[in-house]
């Protein structure tokens, strides 16, 4: 079992940037794909961000492709998600999620065995 807490979650106006953290602890998660999700209200949890700590390979949807990043610190056991020239659409609740398998073949179709609380993300315009 693995336990993740985010952080960084706020109130941001449209165009504004913020950066999201998530500490892994437990089991070690040096076999790890890691990642986020979001859902907005009324609508399906969708993924967001990936990486594999084997070969840092990063993966994206496309509604957020260049302009959020994801990264990590295997020595923290932690990943970031930065997030950059924020939409209302980016309103959501994000969570961290981990999987100790390997990664999926389709990251949209990605169920993962872990999950993170969630922490709360408003872009206002």
């Known amino acids: 079992q693995v336990q993740l807490v985010e952080s960084g979650g706020g109130l941001v106006q449209v165009g504004g940037s913020l950066r999201l953290s998530c500490a892994a602890s437990?089991?070690?998660?040096?076999?790890?794909?890691m990642g986020w999700f979001r859902q907005a209200p009324g609508k399906e949890r969708e993924f967001v961000a990936a990486i594999t700590w084997s070969g840092g390979r990063t993966y994206y949807a496309d509604s957020v492709k260049g302009r959020f990043a994801i990264s990590g610190d295997r020595a923290k056991s932690t990943t970031y998600l930065q997030m950059n020239s924020l939409k209302p659409d980016d309103t959501a609740v994000y969570y961290c999620a981990a999987d100790s398998r390997p990664p999926p073949l389709l990251f949209k179709t990605w169920v993962p065995s872990d999950w993170g609380q969630g922490t709360q993300v408003t872009v206002s315009s």
């Open positions: 437990g089991r070690t998660i040096s076999s790890y794909v």
